[in-house]
């Protein structure tokens, strides 16, 4: 098990439906990210929070708006996806958004594997 | 944009042996570079972390290496299991925590 929890682990919606992915960590991280990666892909950054801000946003779609409610908690909210919008999406958190004096290793929850029909 | 390749897609080794696999990038260099692990339906794991003024960073039988010049990252693992098998990925990190991932290598180790 990680430290980092994501829910639900599957999702099955269609192109009309509204659904939020969840994610949370209770390690004191201050930032936190969505990654989406498809199969035998590497994971892809979504967006960035950095001290409950929006830090990067990687010219993702406005059908998916990413939400960070307080310093544990990230949401990912879903709205008229498209079937090549299906793949793996992680959250991940690190103890701060660069800090490069220390490193910040990226602590990945397992997915919610989303499949858009 | 940065561009990290990972030489082998696939790796196939003899339980016991040294498991080397490689990572270039491309651009500028990272502020760090880090290796993952992932398990097929899983998160990756992190594995280790090397800086820019960094040359080597050891971990029980991991190892991994960072050459500058030749824009290189090399990750060791020593005395190969078969437990040892899954996807390494490597990832470019830079000084406001974008990472970006390699395509990974899957490593097999056979008894």
């Known amino acids: 098990d990680t430290e980092v929890t994501q829910t639900p682990k599957h999702l099955v919606m269609g192109m009309t439906n509204k659904k939020s992915l969840k994610c949370e960590q209770h390690m004191g991280h201050r930032a936190m990210y969505w990654y989406k990666q498809k199969a035998k892909k590497p994971p892809e950054l979504m967006f960035v929070?950095?001290?409950?801000?929006?830090?990067i946003n990687e010219s993702v779609p406005s059908r998916f708006s990413p939400e960070c409610p307080n310093s544990s908690l990230l949401n990912l909210h879903l709205h008229a996806l498209q079937p090549e919008d299906s793949a793996l999406y992680l959250c991940a958190s690190s103890p701060t958004g660069g800090a490069p004096s220390r490193g910040s290793p990226l602590h990945f929850g397992n997915g919610t594997r989303l499949t858009v029909t | 944009s940065q561009k990290i390749e990972q030489n082998s897609e696939a790796l196939n080794i003899q339980e016991g042996k040294t498991a080397t696999l490689t990572c270039n990038y491309t651009n500028y260099s990272p502020a760090y570079l880090q290796w993952y692990r992932q398990d097929p339906g899983r998160g990756p794991v992190f594995l280790l972390l090397i800086r820019e003024n960094e040359k080597e960073k050891r971990k029980e039988r991991l190892k991994v290496t960072f050459d500058t010049t030749l824009k290189q990252s090399l990750f060791h693992i020593t005395a190969s299991q078969p437990a040892d098998s899954a996807t390494y990925l490597c990832?470019?990190?830079?000084?406001?925590?974008?990472?970006?991932f390699g395509d990974g290598t899957t490593l097999t180790v056979k008894p």
């Open positions: 929070y950095s001290y409950e801000k929006l830090s």
């Open positions: 990832a470019s990190t830079t000084n406001a925590g974008k990472s970006t």
